[in-house]
């Protein structure tokens, strides 16, 4: 479990940052209205909308989005990009015409960064809450809402930036059809400006989106799908650098993210984060890759020095990870799994070399990491992954059977439960479950029982062209 204290303070402050969203929000609706000569009773009915819409908006974070509250800096994202919203559309509602409002970006951002779903309702509560603004505006509200969720569910689907030009003809599309609709159902006169307006409208809306995340990113600490399907990408500089200075720690890599993304995908983890961090968990050892078994091509540097020496090498490759991160700029979920990937566990084999030739007592924290233990579930799967790979891969291959495997991942899952090195995350004993039968299902992929092709010989070449 995660630490009460540290949550509590989380939650009191993100409910701070909630009620000054709050009071901004009266201000500005009842400063708009006050500009518009309105009646004090119709004030304070859109005040009570507005208080009654927040209160929607609250109760479905409290509900389905606590992590949201838990989160200062994703509280704050949240709440930035709804007074900046809501500021634009107060000072914009009288003077220009409505399309260019820019309602759909907030929820566009909030379905980017935090969630699809709450992006929907974020934009379903400036939208309502501009149709009173607007005087009861139903054409307002309609556009909005249709423009705006339907936003929502196609910036999501950028996965890369290129993809942008699509979403943006997609959304003119909806735009300029929801207008039409719109004037049809009320027999309207149709005008081409109200069109031009709304696909300008749908434009700007994907250019600002897209182009202000490594803002936001930067600003508020978050990372997007986005920027992790940049960083996963094999030619991003620093994995180049693992695989040509330490290829056999950038194969391991490899096949620890191959486990964690599968595991991540069926228990409900996020799973391009959690490949992401998988990738890069291991570029500490770039600092001295020789030191490292997956790297060395039979001679051991730590024969011929100490074990507490040996030992102060592989935990440093944690610190060292960490430095090298930072100093590549990965974001700060990255930086906690690379940190966070061993929790602090014993460096056994270094720690009973040491007892063995040392006449004294062995300090056992000098063999342990320095943690801290995964905070996510998507540290903890990585550390599984980990230690997973790493005992399969020092198995000599007449030995990687899948009972053995199914074993080793049985025993790897235990020994961190009993450990406490999977205490302060999430984690549940259904979903370890669930990380044991992923393992093995890829494994299964691997060791699967291969077809005795008729002739094959050892030394033959009957079969080469295969």
């Known amino acids: 479990m995660r630490t009460k204290a540290k949550t509590a303070n989380q939650t009191i402050i993100s409910i701070v ?44 974070i409290v509900m389905f989005h606590r992590e949201l509250i838990e989160s200062k800096n994703k509280s704050l994202l949240f709440v930035t990009v709804y007074i900046i919203v809501l500021v634009l559309m107060v000072f914009m509602a009288d003077s220009v015409p409505f399309y260019l409002i820019p309602i759909p970006i907030a929820g566009m951002l909030i379905a980017v960064l935090i969630d699809i779903k709450l992006g929907i309702i974020m934009n379903l509560v400036l939208s309502i809450i501009g149709c009173l603004i607007m005087t009861l505006n139903i054409e307002f509200a309609l556009f909005y809402i249709i423009s705006g969720s339907f936003s929502c569910l196609l910036i999501t689907k950028a996965k890369q930036r290129q993809n942008m030009i699509y979403i943006a003809l997609y959304l003119i599309g909806i735009n300029v059809l929801t207008v039409l609709v719109y004037n049809l159902y009320y027999a309207k006169t149709l005008l081409y400006l109200d069109f031009l307006y709304a696909g300008i409208s749908a434009v700007i809306a994907v250019i600002i989106t897209i182009g202000s995340l490594p803002l936001w990113e930067t600003i508020f600490d ?11 990408n094999s030619n991003q500089k620093l994995l180049k650098r693992l695989l040509l200075e330490a290829p056999g720690s950038y194969h391991h890599s490899q096949m620890v993210a191959n486990l964690a993304e599968t595991a991540a995908i069926d228990i409900g983890a996020d799973a391009l984060l959690t490949r992401t961090g998988a990738l890069y968990h291991d570029i500490g050892k770039l600092r001295n890759p020789g030191y490292f078994v997956e790297n060395q091509n039979g001679e051991n540097p730590h024969d011929d020095i100490a074990p507490e020496a040996s030992a102060n090498i592989i935990i440093n490759h944690v610190k060292d990870g960490v430095k090298i991160a930072t100093e590549y700029r990965l974001p700060k979920s990255i930086i906690n799994i690379i940190r966070e990937h061993h929790g602090d566990a014993l460096v056994q084999y270094f720690y009973y070399k040491a007892k063995q030739q040392s006449e004294g007592e062995v300090d056992e924290q000098d063999f342990r990491y320095a943690g801290p233990k995964p905070q996510s579930n998507e540290a903890a799967i990585v550390m599984l992954a980990d230690c997973v790979e790493a005992y399969v891969r020092s198995l000599p291959e007449k030995d990687r059977t899948l009972d053995r495997i199914e074993q080793i991942v049985t025993e790897m899952i235990e020994s961190r439960l009993d450990e406490g090195q999977l205490d302060e995350c999430d984690l549940k004993i259904k979903e370890l479950k669930g990380l044991k039968t992923s393992f093995i299902k890829v494994y299964k992929g691997l060791y699967h029982e291969r077809i005795q092709y008729p002739g094959n010989t050892v030394d033959g070449d009957e079969n080469d062209d295969h």
Do not use: D
């Open 222 to 232: 978050v990372v997007t799908p986005l920027k992790l399907l940049e960083l996963s």
């Open 17 to 60: 940052i909630g009620t000054i969203s709050v009071i901004v929000s009266l201000i500005l609706v009842i400063a708009n209205l006050l500009s518009k000569s309105w009646s004090t009773m119709s004030m304070i009915s859109v005040g009570g909308y507005v208080l009654l819409l927040l209160g929607l908006l609250f109760t479905y």
